[in-house]
């Protein structure tokens, strides 16, 4: 007996669900196809909203935060105040907008930005909050963890700092 | 990123990567209805796994086309036991699409678009259940409807309390 094909074992919404084949074009027809891509995109670009593009930024953001905080690099460029700039950006709102907005002093938030200060707890909530639990205030809380981990293993001036306090440490050699 | 298991209504958590060499092993034909193998020369193959045991449950090959901020996708999978009526998760290649999606946006923000070209029989499938548009040869999703892909499927919100909810 002949072995069924896969497309014809199961019904057009299941393959549709489940599969994509792979459809091979011609020179011509891909050429054609590119050109009806393109004159389609133009139209939909156009009618595309304010918010909607927005909401690609804020996307975008999002999973450049999670790919940084998820990876085991350390990168100075990429602090809070870098990404919190950014977010501000996105928005295209003015600093003190913004800060009456998550109910902090613009000054505060200027030192959050230039990395004067390092956020406490509830500003990360409340940016949560702000992005309507786009951009999870976890994410925000371990970009600072992240610089916090960096500066306690490669602090050598705390260290010089800190020595004298310590008296009769372990000898241990591993 | 989650599946459902049919039979109970229960969600699964799922991670998407790229595919590695050990994977192609098992990436067989009888399973994943097409040569992987070869196809991973001309696309960029990424796997969805369960999260609990590790298999892989559905397979796709992805094309980037940066001149045109858009990347192709020029074949999906998901495994045999998961097509037709008697499929045991749902959603694996709704996942797989918004993964894509996903990339797009990563990469090209506001003018981010996924395309596929579909078998004719397919297209308005593809376009009720994937929300595409139609160009001709090719069907596509930028804009909201790429947007809510990516919601649907892939943005999980975090609630205060920590709890996640779809």
């Known amino acids: ?174 | 990123m989650e599946i459902v298991e049919l039979a109970t209504g229960r969600r699964k958590p799922v991670s998407i990567s790229r595919a590695e060499d050990k994977d192609f092993r098992i990436l067989t034909e009888k399973r994943f209805t097409f040569d992987w193998i070869s196809l991973k020369e001309t696309t960029t193959v990424y796997k969805l796994q369960l999260c609990d045991t590790g298999d892989i449950l559905g397979v796709m090959g992805l094309i980037d086309f940066p001149g045109e901020q858009r990347i192709e996708i020029s074949l999906l999978a998901s495994s045999r036991e998961n097509r037709g009526k008697n499929k045991k998760y749902d959603r694996i290649a709704g996942c797989l699409i918004a993964f894509a999606c996903k990339l797009a946006a990563k990469k090209y923000e506001g003018n981010a678009c996924v395309s596929l070209v579909p078998k004719t029989a397919l297209v308005k499938h593809y376009m009720s259940k994937y929300s595409m548009r139609y160009a001709g040869w090719q069907l596509y999703v930028e804009g909201q409807d790429l947007d809510n892909l990516i919601k649907e499927y892939i943005n999980e919100k975090e609630k205060s309390n920590g709890t996640v909810y779809p």
């Open chain 1, 1 to 174: 007996m002949r072995k069924k094909k896969v497309t014809e074992r199961y019904t057009l919404e299941d393959l549709a669900s489940t599969m994509i084949f792979p459809v091979k074009l011609t020179k011509a027809q891909q050429k054609q196809a590119a050109i009806e891509l393109a004159e389609a995109r133009k139209k939909s670009q156009a009618a595309m909203s304010e918010e909607t593009r927005i909401s690609l930024r804020l996307f975008q953001l999002k999973f450049r935060l999670e790919e940084y905080i998820h990876s085991k690099e350390y990168d100075p460029t990429l602090t809070f105040g870098y990404f919190l700039k950014e977010y501000i950006r996105i928005l295209d709102k003015k600093r003190k907008t913004f800060a009456a907005e998550i109910s902090i002093d613009e000054s505060l938030l200027s030192q959050l930005i230039n990395q004067h200060r390092m956020p406490p707890d509830y500003i990360s909530v409340r940016l949560e909050l702000h992005s309507d639990n786009m951009i999870p205030a976890s994410y925000w809380y371990k970009l600072v963890e992240k610089q916090k981990e960096h500066f306690i293993k490669t602090d050598a001036s705390l260290r010089a700092k800190e020595k004298p306090f310590v008296h009769g440490g372990l000898r241990v050699q591993l």
